[in-house]
């Protein structure tokens, strides 16, 4: 039997990157996986790979907007109807800008924060009550190596992140005797829709070495920016771990996985 047999699963940001190599992931260890973007097209390229492995049958897509309440709503209720119940949640959905702090302006800000922070929020909202209803559920959060460590030009990235942080932990505490865990993974260097487009929202005055700080001492097979970085699956594997009876002790924490870049 394979670890997430009969395990019901809501991805959000399956579209591409982590997202999608997670919902393959955990498509191959067994679960019924929803994979929830507001990216149509690359909802179906997930499909697609899901074909190739084998697995589609198992795989729901939804396209979902995660800075939108009513568009979260509706999501993870089809999402629990359509797999009977709700045994995890990852929330991979994220998005990424970049601009010199004094030049931000509000939209940009609440864009980010909207999306990132408030949008894994309103997820784990509604996905509590069918998440409740199991003796045993996980929920897996998308925090950044840049919530705790300096990321020049990504203040409001950072400080979305380091929230995500935050409210995992609250959530972790307040549910635990019900049988909830709640966890964080923080990627840094993997290679991801984000990582790819990071060049382009850099400001055109950046100060390259600031960025000297952030590379990753493990060799690295994939290039994003160019710079190296790890594949996705380098997550998606942590987190099938996390969602399966092998992290039933894990909770209230985060887990980093950069390559050692902050060793």
Partial sequence: MKRLD??????TGAASGIGQATALRLL??????????????????TRA????????????????????????????RSAVETLG??????????????????????????????????GTFLVVREALPSLLKNTR???VNFSST???????????YAASKGGVQSFTH???????????????????????GITDATAGYLPQDSD???????????????????TGMASPSAVAGVIAMLVSEDGAFITGTEIRIDGGTHA
């Fill in 146 to 156: 840049s919530a705790s460590f300096a990321h020049p030009y990504m203040a409001a």
């Fill in 28 to 45: 191959d260890e067994g679960a019924a996986v929803v994979a929830a973007d507001i990216a149509a097209d690359g909802l179906e390229k």
């Fill in 208 to 226: 390259w070495s600031l960025f000297g700080r952030l590379m990753p001492i493990m060799p690295t097979t994939e290039e994003s920016s160019g």
């Fill in 49 to 76: 790979k899901a074909q190739e492995a084998g697995c589609a049958e198992r795989l729901t897509t939804l396209e979902m907007n995660v800075g939108d309440e009513q568009s979260v709503a509706d999501g993870v």
């Fill in 170 to 192: 609250a959530v972790a505490l307040e549910y635990a005797s019900k049988g909830v865990r709640a966890v964080c993974v923080a990627p840094g260097s993997i290679k991801s």
């Fill in 85 to 118: 119940g709700l045994d995890s949640l990852v929330n991979a959905a994220g998005i990424l800008r970049a601009t010199h702090t004094d030049q931000m302006s509000l939209d940009q800000w609440n864009q980010i924060i909207g999306i990132n922070l408030t």
């Fill in 6 to 11: 009969r395990n019901r699963i809501l991805v």
């Fill in 137 to 139: 559920s996980a929920i």
